[in-house]
C-alpha cells in the first residue's frame, strides 16, 4: 500500500524538504559527539527563544523515550503518574513508562481525551499512606490522543490544582505544534505559559525523519535529566541530525506552517464526511485528526484501498489523520470513497 493511500498517521508522512536540506547541510565534515557541536547548541538556543532563556533542553530519539525521560525526572520509583486511559504513555507504549521509571501509571477515564482538575482530584487518595503509591505527576497529552485540544484556560486549571496539590504537570507534546497551531498560540504559550513543568516535544509527527526533545522549565528540578537521558539508552552520539532537524522545524515559523496544513486538512475532511449520512464525528475536529464511525460494511470496502486505525472495534469508530503533506485532492478523493463504500 503507497504512502497515498494512508490516512492512518502523521507518523506515516515523509521528511520536509527544508529538514533533508538541514541534515544535508549537517553532514559536512566531522563534529565532536554526543551533543558538544554547534548543531545542537544553535538547535537548544533555538527551544530557548520559544520557550524561555533557562528552559533546559535534551534532545532523545523518540516521543517514548522523551515520555520516559521527562517521568523519570520528575518522579520515584515509588510514585505514580495520573494520565487519561487514552494516553500513548498508557496505551501506546508498551509499558516503557513503567518499565523504565518504576512509576504506577493511574488511567483516568475522560470521554474527550482531556483531564480536568475533579478528575485528577479522585486519584488522590492515600497520600503518605506507606501501603499505596503517591501520586506525584500528572501528564497530559496536547493535542489529545482523540484529536481534541486543552485550552490554555484549561492548563493553567490543572497547572494551578497540580502545584497546590504537591504535583508537577507535565504535557506530552507529540502534537504541541498542531495544538498551538489550532488555539492561535506561540509554543512557549502554549505548555510554559499555562504553568506546565517538563515538555515532551514531538518533531517527527510534523515533518522530522527522527527527534524529539524533553524541555524543562523547572531547571532546579531536571539537574540530573542529562544523566537520565543516557540511562534510559537516548543519548545519540551524532546528535547533530537530529539537532538540526529540530533547529529547521524550530526555524522561520515551519513548526506553525506544517501544523496548520495538517489541521486544515482534516477540517476539509470534516467538513466532506459530514456530508455523507451514514458517517457520524464522533469528537471535535481541533486538530489534524477525525474521529467517526461508520458501518462495518463500508469500513472493510474503505480498509482495501486506504490504510487507517479502527479506534473502537464495538462501535466501530476510526481514526483518521492528516498531515504537514496531506493535498487536497487526497482528501476529496479519500471523501467520495468514503461516501462510495457507504451506499
Request: proline share 3%; glycine share 8%; aromatic share 6%.
Amino acid at each position: 500500500m503507497s504512502i497515498d493511500t494512508t490516512f492512518g498517521s502523521d507518523n506515516h508522512s515523509g521528511v520536509h524538504p527544508r529538514v533533508l536540506e538541514a541534515i544535508a547541510a549537517a553532514n559536512q565534515g566531522p563534529a565532536v559527539a554526543y551533543g558538544m557541536d554547534p548543531y545542537t547548541e544553535a538547535a537548544v538556543a533555538r527551544f530557548r527563544a520559544h520557550f524561555g532563556a533557562d528552559a533546559d533542553v535534551y534532545l532523545v530519539f523518540n516521543g517514548t523515550g522523551a515520555n520516559v525521560v521527562s517521568i523519570a525526572t520528575l518522579a520515584r520509583p515509588y510514585q505514580a503518574v495520573i494520565c487519561s486511559e487514552h494516553a500513548h504513555i498508557n496505551a501506546d507504549e508498551c509499558g516503557a513508562p513503567e518499565a523504565g521509571t518504576g512509576c504506577k501509571l493511574l488511567a483516568v477515564h475522560a470521554a474527550d481525551g482531556k483531564l480536568s482538575p475533579e478528575l485528577v482530584g479522585r486519584h488522590l487518595q492515600g497520600r503518605l499512606d506507606q501501603h499505596r503509591v503517591q501520586p506525584a505527576v500528572v501528564s497530559i497529552t496536547q493535542a489529545s490522543e482523540l484529536g481534541t485540544v486543552y485550552t490554555v484556560d484549561e492548563v493553567r486549571a490543572l497547572a494551578a490544582f497540580c502545584h497546590g496539590n504537591g504535583l508537577f504537570l507535565h504535557m506530552d507534546g507529540a502534537r504541541l505544534a498542531n495544538a498551538a497551531a489550532a488555539l492561535g498560540l506561540d509554543l512557549g504559550e502554549a505548555s510554559r505559559g499555562a504553568g506546565v513543568d517538563i515538555l515532551s516535544f514531538g518533531g517527527t509527527k510534523n515533518g522530522l525523519l527522527l527527534g524529539e526533545a524533553v524541555v524543562s522549565f523547572r531547571p532546579e528540578l531536571s539537574r540530573d535529566t542529562i544523566l537520565i537521558r543516557k540511562q534510559k539508552i537516548q543519548l545519540a552520539s551524532k546528535m547533530r541530525f537530529a539537532a538540526a532537524q529540530l533547529s529547521a522545524l524550530l526555524s522561520d515559523d515551519l513548526w506553525l506552517e506544517n501544523a496548520s496544513h495538517a489541521n486544515r486538512m482534516a477540517r476539509r475532511l470534516e467538513e466532506k464526511v459530514r456530508q455523507v449520512p451514514a458517517v457520524r464525528v464522533v469528537q471535535p475536529v481541533q486538530a489534524n485528526a477525525v474521529f467517526a464511525s461508520l458501518p462495518r460494511p463500508a469500513r472493510e470496502k474503505l480498509l482495501q484501498k486506504y490504510f487507517f486505525y479502527t479506534w473502537d472495534e464495538e462501535k466501530c469508530e476510526v481514526r483518521w489523520m492528516c498531515s504537514w503533506n496531506t493535498t487536497e485532492k487526497q482528501v476529496d478523493d479519500f471523501a467520495a470513497e468514503i461516501a462510495r463504500c457507504c451506499k
